[in-house]
C-alpha cells in the first residue's frame, strides 16, 4: 500500500535551517509529484510547493521562495524539504503529500512533522 | 485570509444532512479548476475525500458529495454520523498566484 513517512519532530533556533524527510513506498516514486504543505497549530493547510522526483523540477510558493528548497533521492525513494532563515511563525507541522498531474488532488499524504523554532 | 472561502463551522445532528460551502474567484475555481475537499480529524493529516470536483476515492461513502459551479463549490454529507466530525479544506489552483490554494477550512460539529 501507499505510504509516505516524514521524519520526527525537530526544534530549532531562530535563523537555523530544518530538512525534513519523506520516504515513498507502494507506488513507483518517480511518476507522481511530492507536494509539501504546512498547518499551523489550529490554523489551516498552507501549500510551500512542489517536485516532479523524475526530473527534479520543483516550483514554489511565491511566500517563500529564497528559503526553501526541494530535493528527492530517487535511489532511496525519498523527498526532502529544506527551509532556511527559520523564524518563530515557521513552527507548524510539515506534511508531504502525493499528487498526480490532472485533476486528482492530493491523494496520501504524510503523518506530518512538527517543526518548533524557539531560542 | 484564504483565497477560497468557507465558512468557519457548520453543525449538525446524527442522521441530518450538512453542507459546505467554498467560494473562489477568476483565477482559480472561476478559471475551472479543479476542486478538491479534504477531511482532517483531530491530530492526523488531512485525507482526500473528492477529487476533480464530484468524484469520491475509493473507500470514501457515497453518503459524501460534492458540486461545483463556477465560483463556488459545495460538500455534502448526508447521514451525517460521529465519526464525521472533523475539519473539512477545499482546495484548488490559482493561476495569478502559481499556487495551490485552499480554504480555511470549516469544523464539522455532530451535535
Known amino acids: 500500500q501507499v505510504q509516505l513517512v516524514q521524519s520526527g519532530a525537530e526544534v530549532k533556533k531562530p535563523g537555523a535551517l530544518v530538512r525534513v524527510s519523506c520516504k515513498a513506498s507502494g507506488y513507483k516514486f518517480t511518476g507522481y509529484y511530492i507536494h509539501w504543505v504546512r498547518q499551523a497549530p489550529g490554523q489551516g493547510l498552507e501549500w510551500l510547493g512542489w517536485?516532479?522526483?523524475?526530473?527534479?523540477?520543483?516550483h514554489y510558493a511565491r511566500k517563500f521562495l529564497g528559503r526553501v528548497t526541494m530535493t528527492t533521492d530517487t535511489s532511496m525513494n525519498t523527498a526532502y524539504m529544506e527551509l532556511t532563515s527559520l523564524r518563530s511563525d515557521d513552527s507548524t507541522i510539515y506534511f508531504c503529500?502525493?499528487?498526480?498531474?490532472?485533476?486528482?488532488?492530493?491523494?496520501?499524504w504524510g503523518q506530518g512533522t512538527l517543526v518548533t523554532v524557539s531560542s | 485570509q484564504s483565497v477560497l472561502t468557507q465558512p468557519p463551522s457548520v453543525s449538525g445532528a446524527p442522521g441530518q444532512t450538512v453542507t459546505i460551502s467554498c467560494t473562489g474567484g477568476s483565477s482559480n475555481m472561476g478559471a475551472g479548476y479543479d476542486v478538491h475537499w479534504y477531511q482532517q480529524l483531530p491530530g492526523t493529516a488531512p485525507k482526500l475525500l473528492i477529487y476533480g470536483d464530484i468524484n469520491r476515492p475509493s473507500g470514501v461513502p457515497d453518503r459524501i458529495s460534492a458540486s461545483n459551479s463556477g465560483t463556488s463549490a459545495s460538500l455534502a454529507i448526508t447521514g451525517l454520523q460521529a465519526e464525521d466530525e472533523a475539519d473539512y479544506y477545499c482546495q484548488s489552483y490559482d493561476s495569478s498566484l502559481s499556487a495551490w490554494v485552499f480554504g480555511g477550512g470549516t469544523k464539522l460539529t455532530v451535535l
Open positions: 503529500a502525493r499528487g498526480a498531474t490532472g485533476g486528482f488532488g492530493f491523494d496520501y
Open positions: 517536485i516532479i522526483p523524475n526530473s527534479g523540477a520543483t
